[in-house]
């Protein structure tokens, strides 16, 4: 259909991944990176996330990705803090992302991580090594390769970022030996761990049913007759009143929609429908022109007959200035104002691939 046609093949394949509970990669990097996080990890329904770093500036690159990826930063709990506090230099952030600062020992990754992973708001950890000359990267893996047991700290999923290139590949495989996911960038990082999450969403799909409905009355008849109808002129498109027509036959309610093929019978139609309705609406009714926005073919706020008739008629002068415009008549409807409403499209196409779509 009209509106079915915007959703595009690559939006189809999308939703239809998303509704089988399946992973979407953008390119070979990232698959490696969600095969690796999948096997290792089971998925993570709330993906409250702690950062430890001891660069500032590296963290707050993964915190700004795990934001945009829509994972949540935790917020780590008073004990926690207080925990911290004793562990950790006067000067480190004393807030998520945890900063133990650049000169951090093994020791005090250790005392960090340790505090966090205990932390009951923290489900997973980020942990992070700039290079410094001041402490050296491979102890430090190592002081988070003895707290963890299968990837993880107390049940809770470990993810690790050492910084450096080929310089950091010895406390890289000092990690992976102990069973914690690597990765090379800070945004690499955030977003697996941002996997997580996602991939929990899309375990979800999985168990989502249609809610069960009593049966609806449906007068199929009328429907079926309105498309004929228009078929049998030639046409692959319904006006506007057609369309409403379908859509009420279908049980959905509709503002009540006068026909009028012409200006006095817009005036007439407009003064019937003002008795019971402070305003009206007057539009285009064209086998032509779809948008009929576009082309001035919509007045709404109309108070009086004259009012409507008016309006009308610009509709006709602005259309008949189009090449190919045509006028078939208009429809007035009692303008419906709704303070909490929302603007809805709807439309259904049949996609090669995956057959019949919906677009909502």
């Known amino acids: 259909t009209h509106t079915g046609s915007l959703a595009g093949a690559d939006t189809v394949i999308d939703a239809a991944l998303r509704r089988a509970g399946i992973i979407r990669v953008d390119d070979l990097e990232d698959l490696f990176n969600a095969a690796e996080i999948t096997a290792r990890f089971r998925p993570m329904s709330s993906g409250r996330v702690a950062v430890v770093t001891n660069g500032g500036g590296a963290g707050v690159l993964a915190v700004d990705r795990l934001l945009d990826e829509g994972a949540t930063l935790a917020t780590l709990a008073d004990a926690t803090l207080q925990r911290l506090d004793a562990e950790l230099p006067p000067t480190w952030s004393r807030a998520n992302p945890v900063d133990i600062i650049g000169d951090a020992p093994p020791g005090r990754y250790r005392a960090a991580l340790e505090a966090v992973a205990a932390d009951p708001g923290v489900d997973a950890v980020l942990v992070m090594n700039c290079p410094t000359a001041l402490a050296s990267p491979v102890e430090a893996a190592a002081a988070v390769a003895g707290l963890v047991d299968k990837g993880t700290i107390g049940g809770k999923p470990v993810l690790a970022c050492w910084l450096g290139k080929h310089a950091a590949d010895p406390a890289r ?58 078929a049998a002129e030639g046409r692959r498109l319904l006006t506007e009143d057609e369309a409403k027509a379908v859509i009420a036959a279908y049980g959905i309610p509709v503002p009540e929609t006068v026909l009028a093929v012409d200006e006095d019978a817009v005036a007439a139609a407009a003064e019937r429908l003002l008795r019971g309705n402070p305003a009206v609406v007057v539009k285009l009714r064209s086998a032509t022109i779809t948008h009929k926005s576009d082309v001035g073919g919509v007045v709404l706020g109309i108070r009086d007959a004259a009012g409507a008739r008016a309006a009308a008629a610009a509709i006709r002068e602005r259309v008949n200035a189009l090449p190919g415009g045509t006028v078939d008549g208009f429809t007035v409807q009692p303008m419906i104002r709704r303070s909490l409403a929302e603007e809805l499209i709807a439309g259904v196409a049949t996609d090669p691939s995956f057959g019949p779509t919906v677009l909502f």
């Open 173 to 230: 495989a000092v990690l992976q030996q102990a069973g914690v996911a690597s990765f090379d960038t800070p945004v690499q990082v955030a977003e697996a761990v941002a996997l997580l999450t996602r991939w929990s969403v899309l375990q979800r799909n999985l168990e989502r049913v249609p809610a069960t409905r009593g049966e609806i009355a449906v007068d199929t008849e009328t429907a079926r007759a309105v498309i004929a109808a228009a």
